[in-house]
C-alpha cells in the first residue's frame, strides 16, 4: 500500500507535475506513421496535451491545437477541421520504426539508444497502438510483472504452434517442443530477478522444471514507460505506455524481426480486426463486458474473453478503475519489478526536481551506445541458466540478416 | 435500489434467489455505494465481498467461481465466502501472506426466496465481527 499522495506523484503526467516532467525528458511515441495518411494535420492527444503533427520548415513538426475542455480524451477531428494554436507550443519530432516520436521536454532531446527495434531495416519492424482506457502506470506494470502470464494468459488447452504467428505466447518454448502456454500453465510460481541496467531494468522470470532445467524468460522495463518483451522465437516486443491524459492511454508497440521480414499486412489485418479507427480502440471493451463468457471461462481461457492476450491485459488494467487506487494495493514477491520500478521512478523524479538531469538513464554519454535489450525465452539445465540465455540471445543475432550484434 | 427490511434494523435486500438462479452464480452488487460483488459457492453458500482483488484492484466480477471460493484471473488469489484469501499460487512455496489478505465481507442471508445484507455498518467492521463470530 501507498499514500494517495504517492499515488498522485507517480501517475499524474500534466505539464507541471513531477511524474509528467519525467516522461517529458524521453522521446515518446506521438503517432504511427500509417495515422499521416489522415491530412496535412494530424491530431495528437499526448501528455494531457492537444496537438496536432504538421510539416513545418524543419520537417514534421508537433504543434498546439485549439481544442475545447469538452473534447474526448482521444477526439481525432478531420484535418481541415483542427485549428492551429499558434501561442503554444511546437515540439521536434523523429520518425523511427513506423512511429513518430515527439520530444516535450525542456532542454536538448537525449539521443535514441541502439535498441534492436531502432537498428532494424524498415522490412522488419512493424508498429501499431491500441487504446486502453486508464492510467499509463498500471498500464506499464502489468508488463512487468511476469507472474500475471500463467494465470490472466493461461490456456486451458494448447494451439499448435505453427499456427501462431504474430500472436504472443503461442510459440513454442525455447528450443524445445512444449508450447509456451503448456510451460505457463505448468509452472506458476516464477523465482523472479530484478537487475538494474543502464536502461532501466532486466528482469529475469525462471520457472524450474522437474528434470533439472529451468525456463528463463527475460523481459525489460526501459526506462520510463516501455518494455521489451519476447514475443515469439522469431520477435520481440518494444512497447511504451503512452499517457493521452492521466485516465486514457495508448500502447504503442514495435514488433521486431531477427529472422524473415514482417509481413506487415497480416499482423496489421490481425489488429485492425480487434480495433476501429480512427482512434484505435478496442472493439472488446468495459462496456461490453469485454464479450466475456462464462463457458468459455470454464473450459478454454482464464478469463472467458478470447485468445487475444491484449484483451486479458486490457480488461485486467481497466477493472482496476481509471487511476488504480494504490492505498488498497497489498504487493508480494511476484510484485518486485514493480517495486524496483517504482523506486526507480521517485528517485529520478526527485533527481529532475534538484535540476539533475543527467541522473535519469539514456541522458549521459554514450547512451547513444546501449544496445539490446536481451530479450528472449530459453530451457537450460538449471546451473547453467545465466550462460544458457546469453548463448540463445547471441545465436539468434547471429543468424539475423540485419546487424544485430551486441 | 433496495427496500428496507421488515425484519431487523440495518438489513436491506439486495437480490432474489433468482437473480443467482444461473450456471454462474454471481453478480455484482452497490450498497451504500460500496461495489460488492454477490456469489454462491460450491457449499451453496452466500459471499458478499468487495469487488477489487486486494493485490492490485482487479474486478472479481470476472472472476472465476472454483474451488468452493472465488479465484482472480490476474494471479490466481483465491476467496473464500468471508473474503479471507486462501491462496496466492504464484508467491513463493510456504508463503503465508495470505494469512494476512482479506476482502471487507457484508453479512448476507437468504429469506423467502430473498437475499438480504447488513448495512449500517462500516464494511471493515463487519469483516472483523464475523471474524470473531
Not at chain 1, 357 to 372: D, S, Y
Amino acid at each position: 500500500m501507498i499514500s494517495q499522495h504517492l499515488n498522485d506523484r507517480i501517475t499524474r503526467i500534466a505539464p507541471g507535475t513531477p511524474a509528467g516532467a519525467v516522461l517529458r525528458q524521453y522521446w515518446q511515441p506521438a503517432a504511427l506513421v500509417d495515422e499521416l495518411a489522415h491530412g496535412p494535420l494530424v491530431p495528437v492527444n499526448l501528455l494531457g496535451e492537444r496537438l496536432v503533427l504538421q510539416q513545418g520548415a524543419q520537417g514534421l513538426e508537433l504543434a498546439t491545437r485549439v481544442a475545447s475542455p469538452e473534447e474526448a480524451p482521444t477526439h481525432y477531428p478531420a484535418s481541415d477541421a483542427i485549428q492551429i494554436d499558434p501561442t503554444g507550443p511546437v515540439y521536434p519530432t523523429e520518425t523511427r520504426a513506423g512511429l513518430v516520436f515527439a520530444y516535450l521536454g525542456d532542454g536538448a532531446p537525449p539521443p535514441f539508444p541502439a535498441f534492436d527495434c531502432f537498428r532494424a531495416p524498415d522490412t522488419h519492424v512493424f508498429a501499431f497502438k491500441g487504446l486502453w482506457e486508464c492510467n499509463w502506470l498500471q498500464a506499464l506494470e502489468i508488463g512487468i510483472d511476469p507472474a500475471h502470464a500463467s494465470f490472466l494468459h493461461r490456456f486451458l488447452e494448447d494451439e499448435d504452434p505453427a499456427d501462431s504467428y504474430g500472436k504472443q505466447f503461442r510459440d513454442k518454448a525455447g528450443a524445445t517442443e512444449i508450447p509456451m502456454t503448456k510451460l505457463l500453465r505448468d509452472y506458476p510460481r516464477p523465482e523472479i530477478k530484478v537487475d538494474e541496467t543502464d536502461y532501466g531494468l532486466k528482469i529475469t522470470a525462471l520457472r524450474h522444471m522437474e528434470n533439472g532445467h529451468t525456463h528463463v524468460r527475460v523481459t525489460n522495463q526501459i526506462f520510463p514507460e516501455a518494455i521489451c518483451i519476447p514475443m515469439s522465437r522469431e520477435m520481440t516486443i518494444t512497447q511504451w505506455h503512452v499517457p493521452v491524459d492521466d485516465q486514457t492511454c495508448y500502447w504503442v508497440t514495435v514488433f521486431t524481426s531477427f529472422d524473415k521480414p514482417v509481413n506487415k499486412d497480416l499482423m496489421r489485418a490481425q489488429r485492425l480486426k480487434e480495433h476501429r479507427l480512427p482512434d484505435y480502440a478496442p472493439l472488446k471493451n468495459r462496456r461490453n463486458d469485454y464479450h466475456y463468457d462464462p463457458a468459455e471461462q470454464a473450459a478454454l481461457t482464464y478469463t472467458g474473453m478470447g485468445l487475444d492476450i491484449n484483451v486479458h491485459d486490457q480488461w485486467a488494467v481497466e477493472g482496476m478503475g481509471r487511476i488504480q487506487d494504490r492505498t488498497q494495493e497489498h504487493l508480494g514477491r511476484s510484485d518486485v519489478a514493480i517495486i524496483r520500478y517504482r523506486r526507480m521512478l521517485r528517485r529520478m523524479m526527485d533527481a529532475l526536481e534538484q535540476g539533475d538531469r543527467a541522473a535519469l538513464p539514456m541522458h549521459g554519454a554514450g547512451a547513444a551506445g546501449i544496445l539490446g535489450p536481451l530479450s528472449n525465452d530459453a530451457i537450460a539445465e538449471t546451473a547453467d541458466w545465466q550462460a544458457v540465455s546469453r548463448a540463445a540471445d547471441l545465436a539468434r543475432r547471429a543468424a539475423c540478416p540485419w546487424d544485430a550484434t551486441v | 435500489m433496495t427496500a428496507a427490511t421488515p425484519q431487523a434494523k440495518g438489513w436491506v435486500q439486495i437480490a432474489t434467489l433468482a437473480d443467482l438462479n444461473r450456471p454462474r452464480p454471481l453478480i455484482p452488487v452497490t450498497l451504500a455505494g460500496r461495489r460488492l460483488v454477490l456469489f454462491r459457492d460450491d457449499e451453496g453458500q452466500l459471499g458478499l465481498i468487495g469487488r477489487h482483488c486486494p493485490h492490485r484492484g482487479a474486478d472479481l466480477c470476472y472472476g472465476r467461481l472454483e474451488d468452493n471460493g472465488l479465484r482472480c484471473p490476474f494471479h490466481g488469489w483465491h476467496f473464500n465466502r468471508t473474503g479471507q484469501c486462501v491462496e496466492q499460487p504464484a508467491e513463493p512455496e510456504g508463503s503465508r501472506m495470505h494469512e494476512q489478505i482479506r476482502i471487507p465481507m457484508v453479512p448476507v442471508r437468504e429469506v423467502d426466496g430473498a437475499i438480504w445484507a447488513q448495512v449500517g455498518v462500516e464494511l471493515e467492521q463487519a469483516a472483523a465481527a464475523e471474524t470473531e463470530a
